[in-house]
Protein backbone atom coordinates (compact mmCIF):
# COMPACT_ATOMS: atom_id res chain seq x y z
CA UNK A 1 0.00 0.00 0.00
CA UNK A 2 1.02 3.58 -1.20
CA UNK A 3 1.65 5.68 2.01
CA UNK A 4 2.70 9.69 1.92
CA UNK A 5 2.54 10.79 5.15
CA UNK A 6 3.03 14.33 5.64
CA UNK A 7 3.71 16.50 9.12
CA UNK A 8 5.36 19.26 10.23
CA UNK A 9 2.75 22.09 9.59
CA UNK A 10 1.18 24.63 11.73
CA UNK A 11 0.45 28.19 12.78
CA UNK A 12 3.34 30.54 12.49
CA UNK A 13 3.53 34.49 12.15
CA UNK A 14 4.79 36.16 9.34
CA UNK A 15 8.42 35.70 8.71
CA UNK A 16 9.00 32.71 10.40
CA UNK A 17 9.73 29.37 9.50
CA UNK A 18 8.41 26.02 9.33
CA UNK A 19 9.81 22.36 8.06
CA UNK A 20 7.80 20.14 6.43
CA UNK A 21 8.20 16.39 6.05
CA UNK A 22 6.77 13.20 3.66
CA UNK A 23 7.46 10.21 4.77
CA UNK A 24 7.06 7.70 1.65
CA UNK A 25 6.33 3.92 1.60
CA UNK A 26 4.76 1.20 -0.63
CA UNK A 27 6.62 2.18 -3.61
CA UNK A 28 10.20 2.45 -4.97
CA UNK A 29 10.81 6.04 -3.75
CA UNK A 30 14.30 6.58 -4.71
CA UNK A 31 13.48 6.46 -8.92
CA UNK A 32 10.50 9.09 -8.26
CA UNK A 33 10.86 12.30 -8.49
CA UNK A 34 8.81 13.94 -5.45
CA UNK A 35 6.58 17.37 -5.89
CA UNK A 36 5.22 19.64 -3.07
CA UNK A 37 1.49 20.95 -3.85
CA UNK A 38 -0.52 23.85 -2.15
CA UNK A 39 -3.97 24.65 -2.16
CA UNK A 40 -4.77 27.55 -0.11
CA UNK A 41 -8.49 28.30 1.12
CA UNK A 42 -10.88 28.95 -2.00
CA UNK A 43 -7.84 28.22 -4.70
CA UNK A 44 -6.59 25.70 -7.14
CA UNK A 45 -3.89 23.65 -6.54
CA UNK A 46 -0.54 25.43 -7.01
CA UNK A 47 2.70 23.30 -7.83
CA UNK A 48 5.71 24.66 -5.07
CA UNK A 49 8.54 22.52 -5.96
CA UNK A 50 10.22 19.39 -7.59
CA UNK A 51 13.03 17.17 -6.40
CA UNK A 52 14.70 14.58 -8.75
CA UNK A 53 15.01 11.39 -7.61
CA UNK A 54 18.69 11.59 -6.66
CA UNK A 55 18.18 14.82 -5.00
CA UNK A 56 20.50 16.93 -7.07
CA UNK A 57 18.10 19.17 -8.97
CA UNK A 58 15.37 21.12 -7.59
CA UNK A 59 12.98 23.44 -8.89
CA UNK A 60 10.16 26.19 -7.37
CA UNK A 61 7.53 28.50 -8.13
CA UNK A 62 8.41 31.72 -8.70
CA UNK A 63 6.17 32.51 -5.87
CA UNK A 64 8.37 30.54 -3.20
CA UNK A 65 12.20 30.72 -5.06
CA UNK A 66 14.64 31.61 -2.81
CA UNK A 67 12.69 30.96 0.48
CA UNK A 68 11.89 27.42 0.19
CA UNK A 69 14.03 24.99 -0.12
CA UNK A 70 13.51 21.10 -0.90
CA UNK A 71 15.42 18.30 0.02
CA UNK A 72 15.23 14.24 0.24
CA UNK A 73 16.70 11.39 2.17
CA UNK A 74 16.36 8.57 0.02
CA UNK A 75 18.01 6.21 3.27
CA UNK A 76 14.56 7.12 5.25
CA UNK A 77 12.46 7.32 2.36
CA UNK A 78 11.68 10.94 2.77
CA UNK A 79 10.93 14.32 1.24
CA UNK A 80 11.37 18.42 3.08
CA UNK A 81 10.63 21.14 2.24
CA UNK A 82 12.09 24.28 4.63
CA UNK A 83 10.18 27.11 4.29
CA UNK A 84 11.78 30.22 5.83
CA UNK A 85 10.10 34.39 5.87
CA UNK A 86 6.88 33.12 5.39
CA UNK A 87 4.08 35.12 4.07
CA UNK A 88 0.12 35.32 5.11
CA UNK A 89 -0.45 34.28 0.99
CA UNK A 90 1.93 31.01 1.95
CA UNK A 91 -1.41 29.60 4.10
CA UNK A 92 -1.98 26.66 2.54
CA UNK A 93 -2.81 22.88 2.76
CA UNK A 94 0.75 21.23 1.40
CA UNK A 95 0.20 17.79 -0.31
CA UNK A 96 3.74 15.58 -1.15
CA UNK A 97 2.90 14.06 -4.17
CA UNK A 98 5.10 11.13 -5.98
CA UNK A 99 5.77 10.60 -9.52
CA UNK A 100 3.12 12.25 -10.36
CA UNK A 101 0.65 9.57 -9.12
CA UNK A 102 0.91 9.23 -5.71
CA UNK A 103 -0.43 11.74 -3.04
CA UNK A 104 -0.01 12.41 0.63
CA UNK A 105 -3.05 13.70 3.01
CA UNK A 106 -1.57 17.36 3.47
CA UNK A 107 -0.41 19.47 6.13
CA UNK A 108 -2.13 22.49 6.92
CA UNK A 109 0.33 25.70 7.31
CA UNK A 110 -1.32 28.93 8.90
CA UNK A 111 0.82 31.98 8.58
CA UNK A 112 -1.10 34.76 10.80
CA UNK A 113 0.00 37.39 13.08
Known amino acids: EVQLVASGGGLVQPGGSLRLSCAAS????????MDWVRQAPGKGLEWVSSVSSGGYRTTYASSVKGRFTASRDNAKNTVYLQMNSLKPEDTAVYYCKAGGRYWGQGTQVTVSS
Open 26 to 33: GFAFSINT
